[in-house]
C-alpha cells in the first residue's frame, strides 16, 4: 500500500539509515517521569510507541522502567538496538508496526504508555484512532505521556494544509520533507484527544532555537 502514512515511514527508515539520532531526553518528559516515579512509580510495562533513535528508552531504562518499543521505521529499531548494545543495557522488546493498519493486534500488553511526538504522524482520523488504541490498552491507573507540536512549530509553519486539516510538510525541516502530519489547533482542542484519561497536567512549551520556533503541547495523566 502507498499511503501517506507509508510514505512517512520511508522518511523516518531515511532520517535514521542517515545517521540522525536524538541523544537525550526532552527535559518535560525527565520532569514527568520523576514525578510519576515519585508518587507512584511504573510497576509493569511501558509501551514507547514511536520510541525513535531510543533517547526516551535510555533514560526510562536508566531509572529502572522496563519497557517495549515499537516504530514505524525499521532503521530506528537498529539505532535503538546499537544504542542499548553501546551504552552495555539490556535491549529493550522492540517492534515494526504498520502505520496504516489498525495499533490494535500491533501493540504488546502494556501497563503504561508514552507516545512523544510520534503519533501525529499520519492523517487525523487515524491519529485519533490510533491515540484512542493506545487510550484502550492502559489497565486503571496506567500513566500517560504524550507529546506532538503546537501549529506555532516550524514543522507546522513549513507545511501546507489538507483539506482534512492534516499538515503535509513542504520545507526542508529535519530532512522530513512530505511528511503528513495532524496538530491540534489549540490547546482545548489538545486536551479533547485523550478521553478516558484523567489529566493531571497538561500544557506548552515554546523556545526559538537558532531563529527556529519550536513548540509543542504535552499531556500527562493516568488511565479513569
Ligand atoms: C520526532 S520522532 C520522535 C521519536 C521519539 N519518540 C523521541 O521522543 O525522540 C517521530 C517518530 O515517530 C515515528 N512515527 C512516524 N509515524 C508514526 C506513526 N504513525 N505512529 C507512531 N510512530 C510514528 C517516526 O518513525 C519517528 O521515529
Known sequence: MD????????????????????????????????????????AGLMLDHGCGSGNHMEFLTRVGVRLHGTEVSSTALQTVRSRFEGAMLPTPGLSLIDPDLPLQGQLPEYDHVIAWGSTHYNRRPKVLADIKCLIDGLPQGGAFIFQVPTVRDVAARQSEKLEDGSFRIIGSISSQTGATCTYPEDLDEFRSWFPGIDLR???????????TPVEYYFAYGVKN
Request: with cysteine; aromatic share 18%; charged share 20%.
Open 3 to 42: 499511503t501517506n502514512a507509508q510514505d512517512n515511514a520511508k522518511i523516518w527508515d531515511r532520517f535514521y539509515a542517515t545517521g540522525h539520532r536524538l541523544w537525550y531526553p526532552y527535559e518535560v518528559c525527565v520532569r514527568l517521569v520523576r514525578y510519576h516515579l515519585a508518587h507512584e512509580g511504573f
Open 201 to 211: 497536567d497538561t500544557g506548552s512549551v515554546a523556545v526559538t532555537l537558532f531563529g
